[in-house]
T-cell receptor, first 115, second 116 residues
Framework: AQSVAQPEDQVNVAEGNPLTVKCTYS??????LFWYVQYPNRGLQFLLKYITGDNLVKGSYGFEAEFNKSQTSFHLKKPSALVSDSALYFC?????????????FGQGTELSVKP | DGGITQSPKYLFRKEGQNVTLSCEQNLNHDAMYWYRQDPGQGLRLIYY???????QKGDIAEGYSVSREKKESFPLTVTSAQKNPTAFYLC???????????????FGPGTRLTVL
């Protein structure tokens, strides 16, 4: 069965410092991995995805994520955090071998960036 | 949020009433989805549809119903059988489900349903 874990409910970072939001996954086949961001009372915005190829994926707003197959992780990173990055971040996974497979979401990580 | 609209933004319902949430997309996407979001629980799939006139139950379909009569529309009805309907409801769509290059889901702005 597919599953996603975001081990931290909240991450606190000072503005200008690097940030990491962690995600680990479990699928039986090759994973398709996604990161989304949600601002209060809004829908989810797509940030980036990993399907295949280069393990480092670059996305919107300066975010990037590194796929690590041996550690089954897909951590979201940004070199220099902004106050405006404060939001709820969701990792999601789908089993690439199952074409009809559903997207499974983690429970979310609240990122707080302080000035 | 662009391309997917949900209405209303806020909805209040009395116990025992059915209510219908609207979701429309102008992206020419084949697949549409309904999720429920509760605090600290992430998103849970209610129903999804990969093609017009066809839909499948997700993980928490009990107490909900949907229809897909048009490609651009996927309304969700929350029936009186849903025991705890107060939540934030999100609609999403994707171009071609199952193809890695085109199955990214894009979300609408959401509807917050409160049962009084």
């Amino acid at each position: 069965a597919q599953s996603v874990a975001q081990p931290e409910d909240q991450v606190n970072v000072a503005e200008g410092n690097p940030l990491t939001v962690k995600c680990t996954y479990s699928v039986s086949g090759n994973p398709y991995l996604f990161w989304y961001v949600q601002y209060p009372n809004r829908g989810l915005q797509f940030l980036l995805k990993y399907i295949t190829g280069d393990n480092l994926v670059k996305g919107s707003y300066g975010f990037e994520a590194e796929f690590n197959k041996s550690q089954t992780s897909f951590h979201l990173k940004k070199p220099s955090a902004l106050v405006s990055d404060s939001a709820l971040y969701f990792c999601a996974v789908r089993d690439g071998y199952n074409q009809g497979g559903k997207l499974i979401f983690g429970q979310g990580t609240e990122l707080s960036v302080k000035p | 949020d662009g391309g997917i609209t949900q209405s209303p933004k806020y909805l209040f319902r009395k116990e025992g009433q059915n209510v219908t949430l609207s979701c429309e997309q102008n992206l020419n996407h084949d697949a549409m989805y309904w999720y429920r979001q509760d605090p600290g629980q992430g998103l849970r799939l209610i129903y999804y549809s990969q093609i017009v006139n066809d839909f499948q139950k997700g993980d928490i379909a009990e107490g909900y119903s949907v229809s897909r009569e048009k490609k651009e529309s996927f309304p969700l009805t929350v029936t009186s059988a849903q025991k705890n309907p107060t939540a934030f409801y999100l609609c999403a769509s994707s171009k071609e489900p199952g193809l890695p290059s085109t199955d990214t889901q894009y979300f609408g702005p959401g509807t917050r349903l409160t049962v009084l």
